[in-house]
């Protein structure tokens, strides 16, 4: 599986985005997905992830309420909408496809070590 994420960009506090991340390979549909970000001088750090079918979803709790995941397989694509973004939001996000069709607990959703397959990041950039 490859991944290719986009979408990202720079906005104000408050402003919103919406990341995709396409995937090649027949199987994805098959792999529950995450986002991942890393900010400057931080170790990365789980956003949300979703289950191979979309009907289920884990977040991170600094963007519960704001973040939305969500998938189209047919697209072979996942988006990760960001609304009410603010400048701790500023990082490099990754999108990831788990070995796993979906994950036992939001722990376990939020285990780098569950994601074999990695993309490029996309800049996102939220000034105050």
């Known amino acids: 599986v490859q991944l290719q994420a986009s979408g990202g960009g720079l906005v104000q506090t408050g402003g919103s985005l919406r990341l995709s991340c396409a995937a090649s390979?027949?199987?994805?549909?098959?792999?529950?997905t995450g986002w991942f970000r890393q900010a400057p001088g931080k170790e990365r750090e789980f956003v949300a992830a979703i289950s191979w079918s979309g009907r289920s979803t884990y977040y991170a709790d600094s963007v519960k309420g704001r973040f939305t995941i969500s998938r189209d397989n047919a697209k072979n694509t996942v988006f990760l909408q960001m609304n009410s973004l603010n400048p701790e939001d500023t990082a490099v996000y990754y999108c990831?496809?788990?070995?796993?069709?979906?994950?036992?607990?939001?722990?376990?959703?939020?285990?780098?070590?569950?994601?074999?397959?990695w993309g490029q990041g996309t800049q996102v950039t939220v000034s105050s």
């Open positions: 390979g027949r199987t994805f549909s098959s792999y529950a």
């Open positions: 990831a496809a788990s070995s796993r069709k979906y994950f036992e607990s939001p722990v376990r959703a939020g285990a780098p070590e569950d994601y074999p397959y």
